[in-house]
């Protein structure tokens, strides 16, 4: 089984948000509210962070416990989908 890649363009997502920047874009959005949707955003990256760690972790140490491995994908796939309707598929 492998694990699933993200691909080039989510790479460059991931770029756009190193340390630094969102530390820049934490002391920015305390002043705008416009930035909001950007906070979303880096909550909705936080989360895939999270959940691609965990199933990552699970695969290593316990790829035998069918429900927690099966909890752990739905969990990365739920924020592939929450992500892509608010940020993909409505610019389209
Ligand atoms: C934090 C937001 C976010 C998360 C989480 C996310 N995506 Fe995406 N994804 C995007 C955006 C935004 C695009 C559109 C990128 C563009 O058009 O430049 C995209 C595009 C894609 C595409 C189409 C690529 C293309 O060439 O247009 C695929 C496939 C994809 N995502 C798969 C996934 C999978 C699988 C996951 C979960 C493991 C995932 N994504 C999680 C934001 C996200």
Redesign the pocket.
């Known amino acids: 089984m492998s694990i699933?890649r993200?691909?080039v363009?989510?790479r460059r997502?991931t770029a756009w948000f190193s340390p630094a920047q969102a530390d820049a874009m934490v002391a920015i959005d305390e002043r705008f509210d416009a930035l909001k949707p950007c906070d979303d955003?880096r909550g909705?990256?936080a989360d895939?962070e999270r959940a691609?760690a965990e199933l990552h972790d699970t695969l290593r140490n316990s790829r035998d416990d069918a429900i927690k491995l099966e909890t752990a994908l739905k969990q990365?796939?739920q924020?592939?989908i929450a992500?892509?309707k608010a940020?993909?598929n409505e610019r389209k």
């Open positions: 699933p993200p691909d363009r989510h997502i955003f909705l990256l895939s691609a990365t796939t924020i592939c992500c892509h940020y993909r």
